[in-house]
């Protein structure tokens, strides 16, 4: 089993920064994808970002392209979400997912999720 838990959310104004975070537990965290979904209100979940359990490859929603920045670190069980340039439209809750498919069997993990409010 995997445990996420994200943290680094809050309240901003439009134009600034935030960086979340995402714990995770596990002896075998670096076997999975990583990859941040976010719910805004009265929407439906959507996929933000995402990054391959090398580290190597990255993929992100267009409306956060140029804008947000994925990465990961192994030896410490984490990953990380550089929101720039935020926009009101980006408020949602924001959720860290794990994934991993090996040996034809589908392994899906989910944080709690963690609140960001962009202001304008």
């Known amino acids: 089993q995997v445990q996420l838990v994200e943290s680094g959310g809050g309240l901003v104004q439009a134009g600034g920064s935030l960086r979340l975070s995402c714990a995770a537990s596990g002896r075998t965290f670096s076997s999975y994808a990583m990859a941040w979904f976010r719910q805004a209100p009265g929407k439906e979940r959507e996929f933000v970002a995402a990054?391959?359990?090398?580290?190597?490859?990255?993929n992100f929603a267009d409306s956060v392209k140029g804008r947000f920045t994925i990465s990961r670190d192994n030896a410490k069980n984490a990953v990380y979400l550089q929101m720039n340039s935020l926009k009101p439209e980006d408020t949602a809750v924001y959720y860290c997912n794990a994934r991993r498919y090996r040996l034809g069997i589908l392994s899906d993990y989910w944080g709690q999720g963690t609140q960001v409010t962009v202001s304008s």
């Open positions: 990054i391959s359990w090398s580290g190597g490859s990255t």
